[in-house]
Nanobody, 125 residues
């Protein structure tokens, strides 16, 4: 499975941005998918995750209510809608996939097998 993340950029605080993650190489419609981010000098941290159908989602507290994770299984694409962006959201954002089919959403970095290359989001104050 290859994952490619798109959509990063430079925005101002309060702006919105949508990230996309395109999967190829294998059908990922049954996979748990997630978004992580890594700020400069910090560890990669969990942001959001969704089960295979998009009906169960979890978020880290700092983005709850501002970010929305979703997926389109017909196109093998996952999205992260980011609203009310803050400078502390600045990071490289990575998408990830867990091939254990039809599982529950997962917050643990080590539970994901496939990773995209990352897309950089910079939020200026």
């Amino acid at each position: 499975v290859q994952l490619q993340a798109f959509g990063g950029g430079l925005v101002q605080a309060g702006d919105s941005l949508i990230l996309s993650c395109v999967a190829s190489g294998r059908a990922t419609s049954s996979y748990v998918m997630g978004w992580f981010r890594q700020a400069p000098g910090k560890d990669r941290e969990f942001v959001a995750t969704t089960n295979w159908s998009g009906t169960r989602t979890y978020y880290t507290d700092s983005v709850e209510g501002r970010f929305t994770i979703s997926r389109d299984n017909t196109k093998y694409i996952m999205f992260l809608q980011m609203n009310s962006l803050k400078p502390e959201d600045t990071a490289v954002y990575y998408c990830a996939a867990d091939p254990r089919g039809y599982g529950q959403p997962r917050r643990g970095r080590n539970e994901y097998e496939y990773w995209g290359q990352g897309t950089k989001v910079t939020v200026s104050s």
